[in-house]
């Protein structure tokens, strides 16, 4: 059973275009919901996250987007950058011991 | 150290052999968490320690697979066995606890390959 899905397994865009990055879960417990970013090699870094309280975060280029109605969320990444390519993992934390619950990934290649 | 420092970084190994993978979280932090990944897959969840107890262990595939953190600082993941399914990369993560943006920190992981 899978609580966390990111449906497409790669995104390509041009560079100085938006990248959206979308995420559905199906467990309405899940309090925050964070997206990490994965270069080879490397562990996941935090990007961005939101409380399931609230239905718009931005940091910078970054800006987070939570539907609750819909269980669904989306990364925006504008402008793209050729930095900007990696792997995202879209995540939830629910429940008492904070884990997260992972989905599968999506990686983005931003053509320059 | 100013992160989360994994040991070893690649480790492999023959079907049937013990390995154990070492994780030092950020000083201070309680909170300490091990997940799997493997290819094509986001993490998965393995056990959650709080302290030096291990506080939720419900991810642990099955009993070949066993953690500890005796002093709540430095946690050793330890799998009895190893089949060559056991391959993939181990991420330690640790926080401070109930962290405001729920963020993890995770380490670079270990490589697994059992051959």
Known sequence: DQQVKQNSPSLSVQEGRISILNCDYTNSMFDYFLWYKKY????PTFLISISSIKDKNEDGRFTVFLNKSAKHLSLHIV???????????CAARGGSNYKLTFGKGTLLTVNP | ?????????????????????RCDPISGHTALYWYRQSLGQGP???????????????????????????EGSVSTLKIQRTERGDSAVYLCASSGG???TG????????RLTVL
């Open chain 1, 40 to 43: 080879p090699a490397e562990g």
């Open chain 1, 79 to 89: 402008p793209s950058q050729p930095g900007d390519s990696a792997v995202y993992f």
């Open chain 2, 1 to 21: 150290g100013a992160g989360v420092s994994q040991t070893p970084s690649n480790k492999v190994t023959e079907k049937g052999k013990y390995v154990e993978l």
């Open chain 2, 44 to 70: 998965e969840f393995l056990i959650y320690f709080q302290g030096t107890g291990a506080a939720d262990d419900s991810g642990l595939p099955n009993d070949r697979f066993f953690a500890v953190r005796p």
């Open chain 2, 98 to 100: 109930l962290a405001a």
């Open chain 2, 103 to 110: 963020e993890l920190f995770f380490g670079e992981g270990s």
